[in-house]
């Protein structure tokens, strides 16, 4: 046996990890690995996806997963991008059920957890902006650009009608500099604290005015009446600079800096907090060598082994968003019929609206009492629909009279339904079982049976864990 971070490995089974370390292409991946990376990925560890990508090599299996093509040029639905500031609370709930269903049917639906992220990272709210159409259009932005490169999506994001208005750039003007953007540009977006100066914020405040919005054509416009072109010293250099510029010196000066904190923050949203710095630092490299190809990074990141440790498919809890992409997926209850567009803020993860400019964190963020409490009420929507009809009667009826192995049954048919099974790459724990088991023995009612044991196997630490 071979021991290696914390997890031992058969030094005669497939694992991706042993091949790694001595040499040679990767071996047909395990169920567990597949089921780990579509987790991640995709949102749903889709049985025909595992079907699918089991056969191959995790490299092989990596590649598919990034492939993009299949779902060809992404369309916006034309409501959500229409200005119908008379139906903004309707537009909303409209967009976040179109967006819900765009995880749920795209080929390669990592696609949209890029989008996901994107919007957690350059964070722009709806309820501070309450523009929804400026969302929607900065969501098609990073739907398109955001498996490509980080300069350009950077540039992109810069002058973005609602990254205008959130940060305030749509009023930075020469002689009223407006420091929103700048800060957040290089504090949030690009360096992390301590990787530039105030005399570098003020800089790129005054590099950035002009480039404001338009309120009446709602769209960016630059102005060089507003541009203040007076000499000014940034890391280092002194000249008139301009906005793009600005982003170009971050990226071109501080490049290993920027690779190491997107690499970070991207293994953090995919595999678990507080990396290695080696980690970090190999797909930093990475990101450089490959002018900051963001498709690059991606792939080498879920191709290291650490990906695939136990540290990684135990690390992190699904966000509500997650969360509901599956119940709504393994349940067939569409997101609109759900209600997600009152019941994910209560979950802690209102879609379209990031709490502040930092965007969400991860894991203990979603398990407050009040986050926790938002999660059931999604779990018992779900559960009470499927109880309504006959289809799950089964559930709830005893075999033989007899409770234990009713229980049993019940809950084998229960995880099958939501996922929770071995052959997906995940099921219960024992704990987590038996106390599944012990509530239905103990419940008269079969109707009680039938909704609870769905319930309950949907608020089970194993189905909250991404």
Known sequence: MLRLGGGWLSERGRTHTYARLFGGPYPVATVD??????????????PARIAELTPLTLDAAVDNVVDFTLNGNPAMDPYLTSADDANRYGQYVYACN???????????????????????????????????YQ????????????????????????????????????QNVKGQP??????????????????????????????????????????????????????????GVTQS?????????????????????IARKLWESFAYVGPDQTIVDQLAAVFVANSFDIKSLVTAMLKRPEFYSIQAKQ??????????VNLSYLSGISASDLGIGYLLPAAGQGMFNPPNVAGWRPNGYWLSASALSGRSSLADGVAWR???????DNLGVLV?????????????????????????????????????????VNEPSSYWRKRNVMYLTLLSPEMNMA
């Open 98 to 132: 179109w967006w819900v269903q765009q995880m749920m049917i795209r080929p390669r639906p990592l696609q949209e957890r890029m989008t996901l992220f994107w919007h957690g990272h350059f964070t722009s709210a709806w309820n501070a902006i309450d523009k929804g």
């Open 386 to 392: 499927m109880a309504a009809g006959t289809a799950h």
């Open 241 to 261: 600079w301009t906005g793009p510029q600005i982003i170009s010196a971050i990226v071109g000066v501080k490049g290993s800096i920027v690779a190491g904190f």
């Open 400 to 440: 033989a009279n007899n409770k234990v192995a009713s229980a049993n049954t019940a809950v084998d048919s229960a995880t099958a339904l939501f996922n929770l099974t071995t052959q997906n790459g995940r099921g219960l724990g024992a704990v987590t079982r038996q106390a599944i088991v012990d509530w239905f």
């Open 33 to 46: 690995d597949i089921a780990h990376l579509l987790r991640r990925t995709e949102f749903v560890a889709r």
């Open 178 to 235: 407006n420091q929103n953007f700048a800060r957040e540009l290089m504090e949030l977006f690009t360096l992390g604290v301590g990787n530039y100066t105030e005399d570098d914020v003020a800089a790129s405040a005054r590099a950035w005015t002009g480039y404001n919005y338009n309120s009446t054509t709602r769209a960016y416009e630059y102005h060089p009446e507003r541009h203040d072109a007076t000499p000014s010293t940034f890391f």
């Open 315 to 324: 690390g992190l809890v699904r966000t509500p968003i997650e969360y509901i």
């Open 135 to 170: 969302m929607m259009i900065q969501n098609q932005l990073f739907r398109q650009l955001g498996f490509g490169n980080f300069t350009a999506l950077a540039q992109a994001v810069a002058i973005d009608p609602a990254m205008l208005v959130y940060l305030s750039n749509a």
